[in-house]
């Protein structure tokens, strides 16, 4: 059985490249019957906030990703100093201190020489007297002493991956402030949960190789690990100051619908085209992680739209029967006006223009070279209710009043009864109509 995660940090609301990470763990896991862990990654009480808790759970559950267990790192700190323990006792975990000042200026100087600015492991040099005085002085911190081989997996989308453990800096693991960081606190839990599939941003590449180590060194098996590429703008670029806006919650006060969202990011960047889905089991069954590749994925929040509109299409009367009640359409037209309605809005919130339209009447918009001739047309035109032969009946007597026909017959009555040139076939609109403007008041 696979036991997956998704474990965000509540620092923030969910956004756009949340979303990938969370919906490829879930998808795998929902496509091979596992078990999905809602990972709250909270050790930095600072940044950490209920509110974004609730948020994210209040995201993940309006997209229908629902998850079989809540777990919180900081409930589980005791587990992480019994790991550092463990990790102390195997000569793997030694004290530093040097602080960020000393830390950029070694940097610098590696930087000007040419040299990959990895850390140079002064601190394992220390004598026991030089540490001590250290210790009356500051607080030490923890880093985790990488065994420096080559470290290797074959990740589910970017294949075979080979680091030298040389080349990157051994981690701290525990700050100053005895703070556990999420590199441990990942890997103890990653353990202890049975974690069995690690489905990740490419930015954790690194975090990989050194938490395989970490792994290995207390005795533990890493999970098969999968990163998959970053989004950039549509035009490639960065995403990541742009994130902010492209936050879940925003799409959807927007008016993007959930199945618009989830078929589009569990397609784009893979072989797969992008159709709208209708659930989640049908985007489960297609879904492979081999399919994606290593590039950059270009993100346009625009082609979020047209998905939005198919999915709106699809929907029968009887789904959004509620809401259409909640607007006051009565419940004896509200089929027909549905029907009307559907394909004429971008987003839900659409409707309550069409059925204030419906209801008041619309403000005419009236060409001033056309006033004499909709003056005419309206006081032809019999007061409501309509029937399904009210349009054709009344443009007949028009244009047998005028001798207008065509587009220049149609057009100014459209919009003298509904304010706008386009929008639904008129003889379907008429019967909704419980007022025009000819008998209002
Ligand atoms: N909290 C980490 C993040 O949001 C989790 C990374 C991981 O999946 O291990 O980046």
Redesign the pocket.
């Given at each position: 059985m696979i036991t997956t995660?998704?474990?965000?940090?509540p620092t923030g609301y969910l956004h756009i490249g949340?979303l990938r990470?969370a919906l490829f763990n879930h998808l795998i896991t929902r496509k091979a019957g596992g078990r999905f862990i809602l990972?709250l990654?909270d050790t930095d009480p600072e940044r950490s906030k209920q509110d974004y808790v609730d948020a994210i759970m209040a995201d993940l559950d309006w997209l229908g990703l629902h998850w079989d267990r809540v777990e919180r790192q900081s409930q589980r700190l005791e587990r992480y100093h019994a790991a550092a323990d463990a990790l102390r006792a195997a000569g793997r975990f030694y004290e530093c201190f040097e602080t960020p000042a000393e830390l950029d200026l070694k940097r610098k100087k590696q930087l000007n020489m040419g040299r990959p600015p990895v850390y140079d492991r002064a601190a394992l040099r220390l004598t026991d007297a030089e540490r001590d005085a250290l210790r009356a002085e500051r607080q030490g911190y923890w880093r985790f002493k990488l065994d420096h081989a080559r470290i290797e997996w074959d990740d589910g989308i970017l294949g075979p991956q080979s680091i030298d453990a040389a080349s990157v800096s051994d981690p701290v693991l525990i700050r100053g402030d005895g703070q556990v960081l999420?590199t441990l606190a990942?890997v103890v839990d990653?353990m202890e949960m049975g974690i069995t599939d690690?489905?990740?941003?490419a930015?954790?590449v690194t975090?990989t190789a050194t938490?395989i180590q970490i792994m290995q060194a207390l005795g533990g098996t890493p999970p098969r690990f999968a990163h998959h590429s970053l989004l950039t703008g549509p035009q490639g670029e960065a995403l990541s100051k742009r994130l902010g806006t492209l936050s879940l919650r925003d799409l959807r006060a927007q008016g993007i619908e959930r199945m618009a969202l989830l078929s589009l990011m569990a397609r784009l960047g893979s072989s797969q085209p992008v159709t709208l889905a209708p659930d989640l089991d049908a985007l489960a069954e297609g879904f492979a992680l081999d399919q994606f590749g290593a590039a950059p994925t270009k993100f346009d929040a625009a082609d979020l739209w047209p998905l939005t509109r198919a999915h709106l299409q699809r929907l029968a009367h009887t789904d959004v029967a509620e809401r259409l009640r909640a607007l006051g359409v009565p419940d004896a037209i509200a089929p027909a006006f549905w029907e009307v309605a559907r394909e004429n809005i971008d987003r839900l919130d659409d409707l309550a223009d069409w059925w204030a339209l419906c209801r008041d009447g619309a403000a005419p918009a009236i060409d001033p070279e056309d006033a004499a001739f909709v003056a005419e047309a309206l006081a032809l035109l019999p007061p409501p209710p309509y029937g399904p032969d009210s349009w054709k009946d009344w443009t007949t007597a028009v244009r047998a009043a005028t001798g207008r026909k065509g587009k220049a017959l149609f057009m100014p009555l459209r919009k003298a009864l509904t304010g706008r040139a386009h929008g639904p076939d008129m003889a379907a609109l008429m019967p909704l109509l419980q007022t025009v403007p000819a008998h209002k008041g």
């Open positions: 995660r998704f474990a965000p940090s949340n990470t990972r990654d999420y990942s990653d690690v489905v990740r941003g930015d954790h975090n938490q």
